[in-house]
């Protein structure tokens, strides 16, 4: 995506972001908190997969979950039978975060910062509401996801990034490793359009691809390997996990083409609220950004020239080893997909291009 950095560095908003809350990732905010004395929240007993082949009979217990209810945004939280949190399942949202294996995710030729978490980012079949821990869908759902360490949205995000290995599935089709931005634009330069957008997650496979609104798109070869900003997340949350993707931006069921179209228009719930300045549509910086989880989509304005459109996305996977919250993307700067600082620092707490353009946030 273009930058235009002057305008960025003289006149970012001077807001200071609250980038301490506990709600960042699950197990800062949620993990530890014992349930309240007296607490009436629901204890449900959920199954689990009965014993191996060989186990006597009556060493796997059901497992016993307890539901709570917390606001801002609304949400429950799950707990095992010692009080420790193994989900967070958002009011009209499919995304749920799991508790899990730890894992680390680095990148080293662009940060020393690493990212090591517990939570695992699933989409479950439908949003998520209040009680729906007592149907079906849901029991099913969960029984199969928590624990999984198949793919997630995390681990799909981050295998995109330079080196990655590439994977090709049974029709032979790369679906996986390292991923440029998009092709050399012959009138950019470094720092001014270097690379050309439009380059969508179906150019990066290089197949056709039909989508929810019944279009049908050809690949453009020239891009093949690539994708920009808002071709990384409908690579990782649509076509890797799940979620129903648009051919153009427009309300519907599925996700829009641009990240503009993905803020003001697309699925989801707004943790991030879009907020203006009065009297205009000049875009502001939060001033918090407690409430976000990992997955959640953010959006960003960082290019002058396109006014109150919101020309960047990523999505968010928690707070770094040293404590800050930390995004992944596809950015030209940096010729693909990165958590790193190349071309600006990849943190949403400091005053660098990206966190001064930092304008919302959604959780799918």
């Given amino acids: 995506m273009p930058v235009t950095r002057t305008s960025l560095l003289s006149g970012g908003l001077a807001v200071t972001l609250l980038a301490a809350g506990g709600y960042l990732t699950v197990q800062l905010r949620d993990r530890d908190r014992q349930p309240s004395a007296g607490s009436n929240a629901p204890l449900i007993t959920a199954a689990v997969p009965g014993p191996a082949a060989g186990t006597p009979a009556g060493t796997a217990p059901p ?22 949190v193994v989900a967070t399942l958002s009011d009209g949202a499919r995304t749920a975060v ?37 149907e079906a869908w849901f029991r099913t759902w969960f029984q199969q996801s928590l624990g999984s360490t198949a793919d997630d949205v995390l681990a ?40 050309l957008e439009q380059t969508d997650f179906f150019d990066y496979l290089g197949v056709p691809y039909t989508f929810a609104d019944k279009v049908t798109r050809q690949p453009d070869r020239t891009r093949f390997g690539s994708f920009d900003c808002s071709g990384f997340v409908r690579m990782v949350y649509g076509y890797r996990s799940g979620y129903p ?32 300045a009065a009297g205009s549509d000049t875009t502001l910086r939060p001033v918090s950004i407690d409430p976000l989880q990992p997955g959640d989509l953010v959006f960003f304005e960082i290019d002058a020239r ?54 919302s946030a959604k959780r799918l």
Avoid: C
Avoid at 63 to 84: F, H, K, Q, S
Avoid at 161 to 188: I, M, Q, T
């Fill in 156 to 195: 799909a995000a981050t295998q995109y990034v330079a080196g990655a290995p590439a994977e090709k599935d049974a029709k032979g089709v790369r679906f996986k490793g390292d991923a440029s931005f998009g092709p050399l634009n012959p009138n950019g330069s470094a720092g001014n359009d270097l690379r």
């Fill in 63 to 84: 497992a016993r979950y307890r539901y709570e209810r917390l606001a801002g945004p609304d949400r429950t939280v799950v707990r095992d039978d010692r009080g420790g």
């Fill in 306 to 359: 396109t006014g109150a459109r919101l020309d960047h996305t990523g999505i968010y996977l928690g707070l770094d080893t040293d404590g800050h919250p930390r995004y992944i993307s596809s950015r030209e700067e940096a010729d693909g997909p990165t958590f790193g600082d190349k071309g600006g620092t990849a943190r949403l707490d400091d005053n660098g291009m990206y966190a001064k353009g930092l304008r």
């Fill in 245 to 276: 993707l648009l051919s153009k931006d427009a309300a519907g069921p599925g996700l829009p083409r641009t990240a503009n179209g993905l803020a003001r228009v697309g699925p989801g719930v707004p943790v991030i609220p879009l907020a203006t």
């Fill in 98 to 134: 799991l508790a899990g294996p730890s894992r680390t995710f680095a990148e080293p030729v662009t940060t020393a910062a690493t990212v090591v978490t517990d939570s695992w980012v699933r989409l479950m079949p439908q949003p998520w509401k209040a009680g729906a821990e007592q």
